[in-house]
């Protein structure tokens, strides 16, 4: 995966990072591993899935359908050996 250039990419990361709580992110070590897609496209949508390629377009399609107008970022973005980067298929 690879990390944009813009700051606009980077403050989408940032904004989406600190939404994982540490709590949050210990529960989903337990049930989906370390290695895994999510995105958080509003206030009221988290969507989380182990790494597969395949997934990014069908998170990225999900992403495009969900109607809360609180938007929060429309990337898909990938936690890997203890890093965060969006996730580029």
């Given amino acids: 995966a690879k990390l944009g250039n ?3 990419n ?3 990361l940032y ?4 939404m ?3 709590a949050l992110q ?3 070590h337990k049930k989906i591993g ?3 897609l999510f ?3 509003s206030s009221t949508t988290l969507i989380v899935a182990r790494y597969r390629p395949e997934y990014i377009k069908i ?3 999900l992403i495009m359908i969900d109607k809360d107008p609180n938007v929060i970022s429309d990337k898909v973005y990938q936690y890997k050996d203890g890093k965060f980067d969006i996730a580029v298929d």
């Avoid at 904004?15 to 600190?18: E, H, R």
């Fill in 6 to 8: 813009s700051f606009c």
């Fill in 10 to 12: 980077f403050v989408q």
């Fill in 15 to 18: 904004y989406a990072i600190n």
């Fill in 20 to 22: 994982l709580s540490t």
């Fill in 26 to 28: 210990n529960q989903i």
């Fill in 34 to 36: 370390k290695d895994y």
């Fill in 39 to 41: 995105a958080i496209p």
């Fill in 59 to 61: 998170i990225e399609s």
